[in-house]
């Protein structure tokens, strides 16, 4: 990944070494990277020596301060869900587990690609590519240059909103809204790892969850959710609308037409009919749309139409999908689907990809709205996904022509996950909160290590903080690393984060004696933070701390290297600020290292 940054820091070029990617690691094994230190490490060193006995401790207050090392990451998942062995043939469900929400997806090229809601997270929009719906590699990301997007202002559930991708005549067409950030646009690309265009912005074009269509006659349609043609009735009373498009040009022309008016039942108020996409199946233009709101009331419905332009009739049996009709106290539901994408395989069968959520006491999931697969089945053309009552299973058979893989780690299952920090660009998997204004990261001055050079902006702000973000997968979780005692006036550790107003922070700083200070941070809510925990330790060797959650619990715990081992600071503290439920918004938690500068404001 790439992220075509310059920031106020000189950074020693990245020496020449083999690339040692994240590994998925059965059992969670670690490995040793103790190689000797090469002649530019030496040499790095030698230029701190000599810097600090030039400026000793960084004298001066509005000096850069120095980075904070951190060796390594570590993410483990054991949901109980997943614990069952695998019958061959078989995948489970969530096919990408975490906060992969409104898949779209398009078969090109002999592949699949499909693209996923971020908000503000950047990079954004990542694409991701198959051969076989269920294996997927993330090759790119839509929004990866700070040019194109600025979320600075906006809460963590704002941003982009929705994507939808399609191919056409050797193009990819990602088109989604940003949302409080410029409205809708298109994006595009001749190769889907990337480079993708500036957006081209969408006049006319209001509302969120835009799509193309691109008929077999030539002409292309785009559709959106928008306010409806008359003042709206009730709170969630939407539209579909549709326009043709001159792709060309990128600029909707021609009259704009309602096609949908509230939802499938408009004299029962239906809320939030959005996310559609067009289909030509067998002579009928087949329209699908999310409906019900991203809750536990959420759906899938079609209607179809022998015109583009309508009238549209609804299908008779909607929802085609849905998980609202089953019991909430069910054994490891699955909740809130909806918001589905439908493509077919290349030996004719259809599936369907849509967001989902798996619970926990009835109503929490910190894991956010999660990408699941299931068979499409085609009767009296008419789509279904789901029959009624029936619950999404998290093992199934799967395509025809799926690869036969080992395992589906790390988006799907029980796995562990460790990044090294050997390669020389940061692993797809790590995002960021809004868009870096200045490269407070890098590989290079130390290989094999992460240094992160602490901003002043914490974890509450409507900015970028210096935190590297990875989605928590599972209910059940443990993420460490380990990281070298950061410098006076910083504090540095591991973030458990859901938005600006919900997070923890598992942190060190030097303590005014000696040894260190390792505390826990919590704030929810619109009031200030506040330590919940706090504990003096003598640092003795590799600093390592540790975030463990069960559902709504989680636990902190650090070992200061003194041969004590693992020490909890906090036991079972209330994770359930972590959740959607709670927290409110779209996304779900993510987790990483984090380091701020505590120093006075010169």
Do not use: C
């Not at 690309?189 to 077999?216: E, K, M, R, V």
């Not at 000696?514 to 505390?519: H, K, L, N, S």
């Amino acid at each position: 990944m790439s992220v075509e940054m310059k920031g106020p820091w000189t950074l020693v070029p990245a020496f020449p070494r083999r690339r040692e990617p994240s590994v998925f690691i059965p059992g969670g094994k670690s490995k040793d990277t103790g190689s000797p230190p090469s002649r530019g490490r030496r040499s790095f060193a030698f230029a701190l020596l000599l810097a600090a006995l030039a400026l000793p401790a960084w004298a001066s207050e509005s000096a850069p301060p120095p980075p904070v090392y951190f060796d390594w990451f570590e993410y483990t998942g054991r949901d109980a869900a997943f614990e069952a062995p695998l019958p061959e043939g078989h995948f489970r469900n969530p096919i990408l587990a975490g906060f992969h929400s409104d898949p779209s997806i398009v078969a090109a090229r002999g592949k699949f690609y499909m693209v996923h809601s971020t908000f503000t997270y950047f990079p954004g929009i990542p694409v991701f590519e198959s051969e076989d719906l269920v294996h997927w590699t993330q090759v790119g990301n839509a929004i990866h240059r700070r040019s194109q997007l600025d979320f600075d202002g906006l809460r963590v559930s704002r941003g982009v909103f929705a994507p939808a991708i399609e191919y056409r005549d050797d193009t990819f067409y990602v088109v989604n809204t940003a949302v409080d950030s410029g409205g809708n646009f298109i994006v595009t690309a001749s190769d889907p790892a990337g480079p993708w265009s500036d957006p081209s912005w969408l006049p006319g074009i209001g509302g969120i969850d835009p799509s193309l269509f691109f008929d077999d006659d030539g002409r292309v349609y785009i559709l959106n959710n928008d306010e409806p043609a008359v003042p709206a009735r009730y709170d969630g009373h939407r539209a579909i609308w549709l326009q043709e498009i001159d792709i060309a040009q990128k600029r909707p022309f021609g009259p704009r037409k309602v096609l949908v008016d509230g939802g499938v039942k408009p004299e029962e108020n239906p809320i939030w009919i959005e996310g559609p996409h067009l289909y030509k199946v067998g002579g009928w233009y087949v329209l699908s749309n999310a409906e019900g709101g991203t809750g536990p009331q959420h759906s899938q419905v079609v209607l179809r139409s022998r015109d583009v332009w309508g009238p549209y009739e609804p299908y008779a049996h909607n929802p085609i999908l849905t998980q609202r009709d089953l019991p909430p106290e069910r054994t490891l539901p699955v909740t809130n689907a909806g918001h589905a994408d439908l493509v077919q395989g290349p030996d004719g069968s259809w599936w369907a990809v849509f967001l989902a959520s798996r619970n926990y006491d009835v109503r929490h999931y910190n894991t956010g709205r999660e990408t699941f697969l299931l068979p499409v089945a085609w009767s009296d053309g008419w789509p279904t996904i789901l029959p009624p009552g029936e619950e999404i299973p998290y093992a199934l058979p799967g395509p025809a022509f799926m690869k036969q893989a080992a395992g589906q780690a790390p988006l799907g299952g029980n796995f562990t996950w460790r990044d090294e920090f050997g390669a020389r660009e940061l692993d797809r998997a790590w995002m960021f909160v809004r868009v870096p204004k200045r490269d407070w990261f890098d590989l290079a001055a130390q290989p094999g290590r992460l240094a992160i050079h602490p901003l002043r902006e914490r974890l509450d702000t409507l900015g970028n903080p210096s935190f590297l973000a990875r989605r928590q997968q599972h209910l059940v979780f443990e993420a460490s690393t380990a990281l070298d005692l950061p410098a006076s006036g910083i504090a540095a550790g591991l973030a458990a984060f859901q938005s600006e107003q919900y997070w923890y922070f598992l942190g060190v700083r030097r303590a005014a004696r000696e040894g260190a200070e390792v505390f826990l941070e919590k704030k929810a809510g619109d009031g200030a933070s506040e330590i919940v925990a706090m504990r003096e330790a003598g640092v003795a060797g590799a600093l390592k701390l540790k975030v463990e959650g069960n559902e709504g619990a989680y636990s902190f715990a650090f070992d200061a290297g003194d041969g004590q081992g693992w020490q909890w600071l906090a036991r079972d503290v209330d994770g359930t600020v972590l959740s959607t439920d709670v927290a409110g918004g779209f996304v779900g938690a993510t987790l990483g290292p984090h380091a701020r500068d505590e120093r006075r404001a010169p």
